[in-house]
C-alpha cells in the first residue's frame, strides 16, 4: 500500500531518536571510569595434596583426567613422581623461588620432580633430582622442542602429558636415533674402497655407545659393567679417574675456603667425607697404575680389576654428592655476598701488588737456571695475572647479579665461587714463584754433603767389591756416572744434580747393605732416607702445583703416576721409624714417580693447548686450570654456564648432584 508523505516522516524521527539515545549511551559510557573484573588472585606456594592441582582453572575435566593418566602411567612405568601444578602467577616470588618454597612445604624427597605453570604469566619452572638415565641435553631437548610450544599455544594439559610422557620415553631409551649411521653406512658400503672404513668406523660407533650406556651405569652394578667390552672399560676408567680427581681437588678448594669462613668444627663432616673419597679414588688410581705397568694381566684379570676401579671411584663420587646440599647450605654466598665480593676485591689488589715482585724473581731465576729446571713455573705469572683478570670479570659480574631483583640473584653464587678459584690459583701461582729460590737453594745447600757422602759410599763399597759381586760392580759404576753428572750439573740444574746424587747413593747404598754389617749400615741409610724424603717430597711438590693449576688440560695417565707418587712418599713417610730401607725403597719411587707424572702432565698439556686456536685469555687460563668446567663431566643443571658449556666448579662429585632446575617465558 502507498505510504503517505506524513507517515513517512514519523518513521524518519523515529529512527533519529532511536539513533540519537543510544549514541548518548556510548558516550556517557566512554567518559565514564572503567571498571575492570577483578584479576585473579596470586597463587601463593602450597602444599601438593594431589598430582596435579589446577588452582587455574586451565582444564577441563577431560584434560584433568588425561594430565593424570599420563603422571600415573609415568610411576607405574619408572616409579618417578611428578607433581604438575597450574596457577596464574607465581605473586612476585619468581618462578624459581615459588616452586622451592612449594617443594620444601610438600616435603618432596628425592624421587619427586615438579612442573609449575603460570598461565597467565606465561613463565614456568621444572625442577627435582634428575632421574638415572636421562642426561641433560636430553631434558633440553624436551623442555624446548615438547613442553614449551604447547605452553606457548595455550595447550596446558598437552604440556603437562608431553612432559610426563618424555620422561617415561627418554627413561626407557626411546630416543636414540640410528637413521643418520644406518644411511653413512649404506653410502660407505656403495664406496668400494671404503669397506675398511665402514668396518672401522661401526666398531668406533659400537664402543662410543656402550661407553655412552657405561656412563649411565650405576657403578656398584658389577653384572653390567662386566658385561662391557674390555675396551670400553678402559675408556671409561680413565674417564671416572679424570672426573674424581677434578672433584676431589675442586672439593678441596671449596672445603679450604670454608673452613675459613666457619671454622674446622663446622667443616669436619665435609672433610671426612672428602677423606674418604680420596681414599677411595687412591685406590682406583692405584688399580689403573696397576694396569699400566710392565707385568701383563690375563683378559680376565683386567675386567676384574677395571669393575672394581669404576666401582672405587663410583663410591668416592657418592662420598661427596651425599654432603652436597648440606654444603650448599652452609655455604649461603648470598647471605654476605657484598662483603665476600669486598674481600675478593682486597685480595686482587694484594695480589696484584705481588705479581711484579714475583715477575722479578722469575726473570732472576732465567737468568741463573737452565729452562729444564723452571720448566714447571715458567709462565706461573702469566698464568697468575690470567687468573687475576678472571676473577675481576666475576667479582664485576657478582656486583651486577646483586642489583636485580630478589629471586634473579643467583648469578652472583657463580660469579663469586668463579673469583674465589681464580684468586685462590693466582696466589698459588705465585707462591710457586717465591718458593722456587728456596727449593733450588736447598738443593744447593745439600748438594756438597750429598756427594761427599755418595764420594765415601764408592770408597766403601770398592772395598766390599770381592762380597758385592756384579751388583756392586754395577752400583759402583753408576755411582761415579752420577757424581761426575752432579758436579757438571751443580750450578747449572742443582735440582736434577741433587736427585741425581740421591738415587745414585740409594742404588749404591742398596748394594753395600748387602756386603757390610746392617747395624753399620742403618746410620748411614737414616741419613739417606731424609734426602730421599726431601727429594721426593720437592718433586711431588712440583708435579701437584703444575697439575692441579692445570688440571683442565690434564689426562688420566699423569694423574695416575702422581697418585702412585703420594702413595709411595706417604708410605715412606709412614715407615720413616719402624722400617727406613723399605721407607727409602718407597721415598725412590715416588720421587721417580713424581717426575713421570711431571712429564706427562706437561705432554698432555702441550697437546691440549696445540688443539684448540691460540687464545692467552683468562677464560681459557680458567677452562685449563680447571676453574671452569664441562658441565656434562659434572652434571651441569639449569641457568647460564660460564663461557661455552663451562660453569665454575663446586663442592660434589663428579657428576656435581644430579639436582635440576629449568625455567623461563613462553
Not at 702469566?382 to 636485580?404: C, K, P, S, W, Y
Request: with cysteine.
Amino acid at each position: 500500500m502507498p505510504v503517505t508523505l506524513p507517515n513517512c516522516r514519523a518513521r524518519w524521527f523515529t529512527r533519529a531518536s532511536i539513533s540519537l539515545l543510544f549514541a548518548g549511551v556510548v558516550l556517557v559510557s566512554a567518559g565514564a571510569p572503567s571498571v575492570r573484573a577483578p584479576m585473579a588472585a596470586a597463587e601463593p606456594p602450597l602444599r601438593m595434596d594431589t598430582y596435579v592441582v589446577d588452582s587455574a582453572n586451565a582444564l577441563d575435566r577431560a584434560q584433568l583426567d588425561e594430565t593424570r593418566s599420563a603422571v600415573d602411567q609415568l610411576y607405574a612405568d619408572q616409579q618417578v613422581r611428578l607433581w604438575i601444578v597450574y596457577v596464574h602467577d607465581f605473586g612476585g616470588l619468581g618462578p624459581e623461588a615459588w616452586a622451592k618454597r612449594t617443594t620444601t612445604q610438600s616435603g618432596f624427597s628425592e624421587r619427586d620432580l615438579l612442573l609449575a605453570v603460570g598461565t597467565e604469566s606465561h613463565d614456568y619452572w621444572f625442577s627435582g633430582a634428575l632421574p638415572s638415565g636421562i642426561t641433560d641435553s636430553e631434558l633440553d631437548s624436551l623442555l624446548s622442542s615438547r613442553v614449551e610450544p604447547a605452553l606457548r599455544g595455550g595447550k596446558w594439559a598437552a604440556a603437562g602429558v608431553a612432559m610426563a610422557d618424555g620422561l617415561d620415553s627418554a627413561m626407557r631409551g626411546e630416543g636414540v636415533n640410528f637413521w643418520a649411521l644406518f644411511i653413512g653406512a649404506v653410502v660407505i658400503v656403495v664406496v668400494v674402497g671404503g669397506v675398511v672404513l665402514f668396518f672401522r668406523k661401526r666398531r668406533g660407533d659400537r664402543n662410543q655407545a656402550q661407553l655412552q650406556a657405561a656412563r649411565s651405569l650405576d657403578p656398584d652394578n658389577t653384572v653390567a659393567l662386566g658385561s662391557l667390552s674390555l675396551d670400553t672399560l678402559h675408556a671409561r676408567s680413565r674417564e671416572v679417574l679424570v672426573e674424581i680427581d677434578n672433584a676431589i681437588r675442586t672439593s678441596a678448594e671449596e672445603l679450604e675456603l670454608a673452613t675459613g669462613e666457619f671454622g674446622d668444627i663446622a667443616a669436619t663432616p665435609f672433610r671426612a667425607a672428602l677423606d674418604t673419597a680420596k681414599m677411595a679414588a687412591a685406590n682406583a688410581f692405584s688399580i689403573r697404575q696397576q694396569l699400566d705397568d710392565h707385568i701383563p694381566e690375563t683378559l680376565d684379570q683386567q675386567r676384574t680389576m677395571l669393575v672394581e676401579l669404576i666401582g672405587k671411584a663410583g663410591r668416592a663420587d657418592r662420598e661427596l654428592d651425599a654432603r652436597v646440599a648440606e654444603f650448599d647450605a652452609m655455604r649461603d654466598l648470598l647471605i654476605n655476598a657484598p662483603d665476600r665480593l669486598d674481600a675478593l676485591t682486597r685480595d686482587l689488589v694484594e695480589l696484584t701488588g705481588r705479581a711484579p715482585a714475583s715477575d722479578a724473581e722469575l726473570a732472576r731465576l732465567t737468568a741463573t737456571h737452565p729452562p729444564s729446571v723452571l720448566a714447571p713455573i715458567h709462565d706461573n705469572v702469566a698464568m697468575a695475572r690470567e687468573r687475576v683478570t678472571f676473577a675481576e670479570q666475576n667479582i664485576d659480574a657478582g656486583r651486577a647479579a646483586l642489583t636485580r631483583p630478589v629471586g634473579e640473584q643467583g648469578g652472583a653464587v657463580g660469579a663469586i665461587r668463579g673469583a674465589e678459584a681464580a684468586i685462590g690459583q693466582a696466589r698459588r701461582l705465585l707462591d710457586a714463584v717465591d718458593n722456587a729460590a728456596a727449593n733450588i737453594q736447598q738443593a744447593t745447600d745439600g748438594l756438597p754433603a750429598a756427594l761427599d757422602e755418595l764420594r765415601a759410599d764408592i770408597a766403601t763399597a770398592k772395598t766390599l767389591a770381592t762380597y758385592g759381586g756384579q751388583e756392586s760392580a754395577a752400583a759402583i759404576a753408576a755411582a761415579e756416572a752420577a757424581v761426575r753428572q752432579a758436579e757438571a750439573a751443580a750450578t747449572t740444574d742443582p735440582l736434577g744434580a741433587f736427585h741425581s746424587a740421591v738415587s745414585a747413593d740409594g742404588d749404591l747404598d742398596r748394594a753395600n747393605a748387602a756386603a757390610t754389617d746392617h747395624k753399620l749400615a742403618a746410620e748411614d741409610l737414616r741419613r739417606r732416607l731424609d734426602r730421599a724424603l726431601t727429594d721426593a717430597g720437592s718433586r711431588v711438590d712440583a708435579a701437584t702445583n703444575y697439575l692441579t693449576t692445570r688440571r683442565g688440560g690434564v689426562d688420566a695417565s699423569a694423574r695416575t703416576r702422581l697418585s702412585e707418587a703420594q702413595r709411595n712418599l706417604d708410605a715412606a713417610q709412614q715407615l720413616n721409624a719402624t722400617d727406613p730401607a723399605q721407607a727409602l725403597t718407597h721415598a725412590t719411587s715416588a720421587a721417580d714417580m713424581a717426575g713421570r707424572a711431571l712429564q706427562e702432565a706437561q705432554a698432555s698439556v702441550r697437546a691440549w693447548e696445540s688443539s684448540r686456536a691460540p687464545s692467552g685469555t683468562a677464560q681459557a687460563g680458567a677452562v685449563l686450570g680447571g676453574i671452569l668446567i664441562d658441565g656434562l663431566l659434572r652434571g651441569a643443571t639449569g641457568g647460564s654456564r660460564s663461557g661455552g658449556g663451562y660453569r665454575p666448579g663446586s663442592f660434589g662429585g663428579s657428576s656435581g648432584s644430579r639436582r635440576v632446575g629449568r625455567g623461563g617465558r613462553f
